[in-house]
């Protein structure tokens, strides 16, 4: 994505799917850049780095999401006084310029408010899992003004500034739909590709006794290749493979599934 406005979500795992998701995908189609764990993070990262360095401190804004299951997250209370602490480094120990707090309701905000009395001294920003655009054009507003503020200089260039990086924003949306749109197509010509593969099989001949007994390699796990019909052309065909430890036996490969499927759907 473009060099938008990065805002790093602190939600529980729980309200990802229901709640999060849906609310990221809003917040990019309104030009805002989000640091989400299930898309940033790799197998083999490590999680504290990756959540603390590599999202909350690079992070432009803090969107802490309060609701039931996030308070009873270990997680979130990390990411909370991880952000408080960094916070209190630089001075700003009433002034939490970075942090945005979120609240699914009134209850949750009480509790909060008990909790981490100084994440509610902003304005009150309530989100509900059913929230319409005017909820939510108020928290992109939130972001932005959050934003602009801690880069400084003149309203003008604030706005200019917003401009320039909404249209690198979308281009690089752009950009993504293309690449999207060329691996469906490359898919689809793959496609294309082995069925015309599968119909030179079926039309040389060569398999016609292997596709007539074919109950003998879909029966599943490993068959004994005595039974198997053209077998050694199947082989070559890349539909059935060896086993490497008993060359008693014999399987079908992912090609032969597939090549089955496309059988029996065009002779059904």
């Known amino acids: 994505m473009g060099q938008s406005v990065l805002v790093f979500i602190s939600h529980s795992s729980e309200d990802k799917e229901s709640l999060i998701e849906p609310i990221v995908s809003d ?7 989000v640091w989400l764990d299930k898309r940033k993070i790799l197998p ?8 603390f360095r590599d999202g909350l401190d690079k992070a432009d804004v803090a969107l802490i999401f309060f609701t039931e299951k996030s308070l009873k997250s270990s997680w979130v209370d990390r990411e909370i006084k991880h952000v ?21 309701s009134q209850k949750t905000y009480d509790e909060v408010a008990e909790r981490y009395p100084e994440l509610t001294d902003d304005l009150l920003h309530f989100l509900p899992q059913n929230y319409d655009k005017i909820e939510l ?7 932005w003004s959050k934003y602009l503020s801690l880069q400084g200089g ?25 690449k999207v749109e060329l691996d ?17 099989f079926c039309e040389s001949g060569k398999i016609s006794d292997f596709i007539e007994t074919k109950e003998n390699i879909l029966i599943g796990g490993w068959a004994i290749r005595n039974n198997i019909e053209n077998l050694p052309e199947a082989v070559a065909f890349g539909l059935v493979e060896d086993n490497p430890r008993n060359n008693t036996y014999v399987k079908i490969t992912e090609k032969g599934k597939d090549f089955f499927k496309w059988y029996l759907m065009k002779n059904n």
């Open 27 to 33: 917040l990019e189609n309104c030009y805002i850049n």
């Open 44 to 51: 083999g990262d490590n999680l504290r780095k990756s959540v």
């Open 84 to 104: 408080l602490r960094e916070e209190s480094k630089k001075g700003n120990n009433f002034d939490l310029s970075k942090i945005i707090s979120i609240f699914d």
């Open 184 to 200: 469906n197509l490359k898919e689809k010509n793959s496609k294309v590709k082995q069925i015309d593969e599968f119909k030179q």
């Open 137 to 143: 054009g108020q928290l992109v507003s939130a972001i």
């Open 154 to 178: 003149d309203i003008e260039t604030q706005r200019q500034l917003l401009v320039k990086e909404k249209e690198i924003f979308q281009r690089e949306k752009d950009i993504q739909g293309l």
